[in-house]
């Protein structure tokens, strides 16, 4: 029996102005457990991106609970849950958010060098990892200085160059070739396979099939 990584129970999140309550997620319930690759499908706007933000700590919950290994997230402090995050977990934005002011290396060890690991270790993991990912050219270069796919590319090698067993990829092949993007697959479901992660992947390309174990569809904040 595999173990449970992360369960959401009638997860709900609403942005309210003045005027209107935007319901982005609604009742949303699932467990995921090690070594699962989830995709989720969806429409612009259907509530993916809130989704991933909810489960990964990065946005409240209106209601609902989420339950991560032994925690309950809305038990947690800020520095709590900020320190599971930093241990535990591997996200990749939908615009990327790399740091303007570093170079591809330096954005990549930045995750080991807020978990304590002195700066020489972390620069060699971060090399390892972008090589692996086909950036060995480009480790200087800031993101200024990058494709939008070696950018992208950058981002994903700095979610999982702290060997998180919980990664969020938020459209990890939207700036990539056809090519690329086979490679990109092809490295999580090797990660997923080494790390025993559980990965969950928002995305519109339906290619993503092929690695996953089980797929989901949002349908106006309703997983379905
Ligand atoms: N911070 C916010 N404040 C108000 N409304 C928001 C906020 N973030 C998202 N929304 C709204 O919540 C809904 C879901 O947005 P979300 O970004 O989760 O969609 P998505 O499925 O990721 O879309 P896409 O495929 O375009 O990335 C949308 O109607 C969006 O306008
Ligand atoms: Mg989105």
Aim: charged content about 25%; hydrophobic content about 40%.
């Amino acid at each position: 029996m595999s173990n449970k990584v992360i369960e959401a129970i009638n997860l709900t999140k609403n942005f309210s102005d003045n005027l209107n309550v935007i319901k982005a997620v609604r009742n949303v319930s699932f467990s995921i457990f090690e070594s699962d690759i989830m995709i989720i499908f969806g429409r612009s706007g259907s509530g993916k991106s809130t989704l991933l933000h909810l489960l990964a700590g990065l946005e409240t919950i209106s209601s609902g609970k989420i339950e991560f290994k032994n925690h309950n997230f809305e038990d947690l402090s800020f520095d709590e849950l900020a320190a599971i995050r930093r241990s535990n977990i591997g996200f990749v934005y939908q615009f990327h958010h790399l740091l303007p002011e570093f170079s591809a290396i330096d954005n990549t060890s930045f995750p080991l060098l807020l978990n304590g690991e002195n700066k020489a270790d972390a620069n060699e993991k971060a090399k390892i990892i972008l090589e692996k990912f086909g950036l060995e050219k480009r480790l200087l270069h800031k993101p200024n200085q990058l494709s939008g796919g070696e950018r992208q590319r950058v981002a994903i090698a700095r979610a999982l160059v702290h060997d998180p067993k919980f990664v969020l990829l938020d459209e990890p092949t939207g700036d990539l070739d056809r090519e690329t993007a086979e490679e990109v697959r092809t490295m999580l479901k090797d990660y997923m396979l080494d790390s025993k992660a559980a990965l969950i992947i928002a995305t519109h390309d339906r290619n993503f099939e092929s690695i996953s174990n089980f797929q989901m569809t949002m349908d106006s904040g309703a997983l379905v």
